[in-house]
């Protein structure tokens, strides 16, 4: 059964700020998603990680994949408020097969 | 394009009633799914569908149907609600094979 967990699941912090999320997986995927999502909104995709040693940056965000530990992570830098929203991590459960197993969501707050 | 679509979005049932929500797509895609959100737990597959005529089981499949006979469309029947069904359902499409998931503005649904 394939778990994903993301930690801290809540994440208070200033603006100006660098943080990290963390999202661990238990079985073998090369794919991995990322997505935000606005109080009350649907899902927005942010990154799409295919390949172990993947790193994508859009603006203050940059994802990394790194297979072998089964760990992506979701780097914030100089945080600025339009930026909280919870985030989710996803991955495969069937190779391929957009069968995606979410993480339970980080709760980001940032605060002038 | 009006990308994917969700009806209705809100609902009340009473236990036992059944109903269908809809969800419509048109952007040619091969892949379509259902999750369920519940608070503290992310997104949870239902069932998803990689064409039409071809449908599978999610993570949480108990209590509901599904059936694709177009690409368009792919309606998930509630056969009888039940209050554990109470939550928001998002419908997801995407393109065959690396493509990141879009997702529909959800439907919120009380079951008394």
């Known amino acids: 059964e394939l778990k994903v967990e993301q930690n801290p699941l809540f994440l208070s912090m200033q603006e100006g700020k660098n943080y990290t999320i963390y999202c661990n997986y238990s079985?073998?995927?090369?794919?991995l998603y990322w997505y935000r999502q606005d109080p009350g909104k649907s899902l927005e995709s942010l990154f799409v990680?295919?390949?172990?040693?993947a790193v994508k940056q859009e603006g203050r965000l940059m994802a990394s994949l790194d297979t072998k530990a089964r760990l992506s992570t979701l780097h914030i830098t100089a945080a600025v408020h339009d930026l909280s929203a919870t985030y989710f991590c996803a991955v495969d459960w069937v190779q391929g097969a957009q069968k995606l197993v979410f993480g339970q969501g980080t709760r980001l707050t940032i605060n002038p | 394009n009006a990308g994917v679509t969700q009806t209705p979005k809100f609902q009340v049932l009473k236990t036992g009633q059944s109903m269908t929500l809809q969800c419509a797509q048109d952007?040619?895609?091969?892949?379509m799914s259902w999750y369920r959100q519940d608070p503290g737990m992310g997104l949870r597959l239902i069932h998803y569908s990689v064409g039409a005529g071809i449908t599978d089981q999610g993570e949480v499949p108990n209590g509901y149907n599904v059936s694709r006979s177009t690409t368009e469309d792919f309606p998930l029947r509630l056969l009888s609600a039940a209050p554990s069904q109470t939550s928001v359902y998002f419908c997801?499409?995407?393109?065959?094979?690396?493509?990141?998931?879009?997702f529909g503005p959800g439907t919120r649904l009380l079951v008394l």
């Open positions: 997801a499409s995407s393109p065959a094979g690396l493509g990141t998931q879009y």
């Open positions: 990680l295919l390949s172990n040693g």
């Open positions: 079985t073998t995927s090369d794919r």
């Open positions: 952007m040619n895609h091969e892949y």
